[in-house]
């Protein structure tokens, strides 16, 4: 019995990162996990020669709710494999991030080569009604970062909105914050990261907030679409 209990506790350690909610526990757990895969894609990266795309977000990338390998990245990463690209995706996802935490965690990720960088954040500044400048700046630092570190790196923006609880003007001016982005830094946009999914009960889990397996899905479609051609096209290979 005492050994039953012993090998529980192991198993239920072992499941717990993959439970962690939005908290700062979740963010510790994520991060070493990440940075635990980071290493191990930068060794298969050497052997295979493929290329690196680098998923930097929140919750909404991390898979809340959700398993691993039911989160968009992993949606992409199927995708590339199917069709036999030489792209190894990283999921480097921490359940509420805000602009300014990513851009304090930025530098170490940038310790592996990446070749597109795939920047989706800001919703949870917009939901906490965080200062649009700080977002806008954040973002802008972040963007500069990656560049400053591998010039030739291709960006994609994943475009978000929130729903008008700040009021309208707050809603309109975040949104813009994306569409200036793309305008000023010459980055490729994906409108809305959560298009055919926000506001949609059936794709969201019970917090109405976070997509469900099916949702994912979707989402994944919305980010194929404008990834699809970075990494298909005849200088890519």
Avoid at 2 to 19: C, E, G, Q, S
Avoid at 180 to 203: C, H, M, S, T, Y
Wanted: proline share 5%; hydrophobic share 40%.
């Amino acid at each position: 019995m005492i050994t039953l209990k012993r090998n529980l506790m192991v198993l239920l350690l072992a499941v717990l990162p993959f439970l962690a909610g939005c908290g700062e526990a979740a963010k510790t757990d994520q991060l070493e996990t990440q940075q635990a895969a980071a290493g191990e894609e930068t060794s298969t990266q050497k052997t295979a020669h493929t290329q690196t795309i680098l998923f930097f977000g929140n919750s909404l990338t991390a898979g809340y709710g959700l398993e691993p390998d039911q989160a968009f990245p992993a949606l992409i990463q199927e995708r590339i494999d199917s069709l036999g690209l030489p792209y190894k995706v990283i999921n480097a996802g921490v359940s509420g991030e805000t602009t300014a935490g990513g851009k304090s965690r930025i530098d170490w990720l940038l310790k592996q080569p990446i070749d597109i960088f795939v920047l989706e954040l800001g919703a949870n500044d917009g939901l906490r009604g965080i200062n649009l400048t700080e977002t806008y700046q954040n973002l802008l630092s972040i963007i500069g970062k990656v560049r400053a570190k591998y010039p030739d790196v291709k960006i994609v923006l994943a475009g978000m909105q929130i729903p008008p609880n700040m009021g309208k003007t707050y809603a309109q001016e975040f949104r813009s914050i994306y569409t200036r982005l793309e305008k000023e830094e010459n980055i490729v946009l994906i409108p809305f990261l959560l298009e055919n999914v926000a506001g949609i009960p059936e794709l969201n889990q019970a917090d109405g907030v976070h997509p469900t397996v099916e949702g994912q899905k979707i989402v994944a479609e919305n980010v194929w679409e404008v990834l699809e051609p970075l990494v298909t096209s005849k200088d890519e290979a």
